[in-house]
């Protein structure tokens, strides 16, 4: 069983700044890739952005590009998402994946998800 705990999601005020992070714990596969999931309320689950488990390779979403900055720390365990010049749209439940697997542009076939953490942005 694998673990993934989510943190840092919060309330701020558009063009403010939060750092999500994600740690892993449990029977977590020697190597394993992470990535970020959103879902707003009426919205499906969509993806952010993903990181592999030596931090080499990165993927964005079109939609964050330039705003958030995806990395790791293979030692801790952790995941953390920098997301900078928020806007209200990006209010959502952030979701953790891992996999042992890199998914290029198909990461909703994670095996491992977290129980998210409400981003929430003023307007």
């Known amino acids: 069983q694998v673990h993934l705990v989510e943190s840092g999601g919060g309330l701020v005020q558009a063009g403010g700044s939060l750092r999500l992070s994600c740690t892993a714990s449990g029977r977590t596969p020697s190597r394993y890739h992470m990535g970020w999931f959103r879902q707003a309320p009426g919205k499906e689950r969509e993806f952010v952005a993903a990181?592999?488990?030596?931090?080499?390779?990165?993927k964005d979403a079109e939609s964050v590009k330039g705003r958030f900055t995806i990395s790791r720390d293979k030692v801790n365990a952790t995941m953390y998402l920098q997301m900078n010049s928020l806007k209200a749209e990006d209010t959502a439940l952030y979701y953790c994946a891992a996999d042992a697997v890199w998914y290029g542009n198909n990461w909703y076939r994670a095996e491992y998800w977290g129980q998210g953490t409400q981003v929430t942005v003023s307007s």
């Open positions: 990181v592999s488990w030596t931090g080499g390779i990165t």
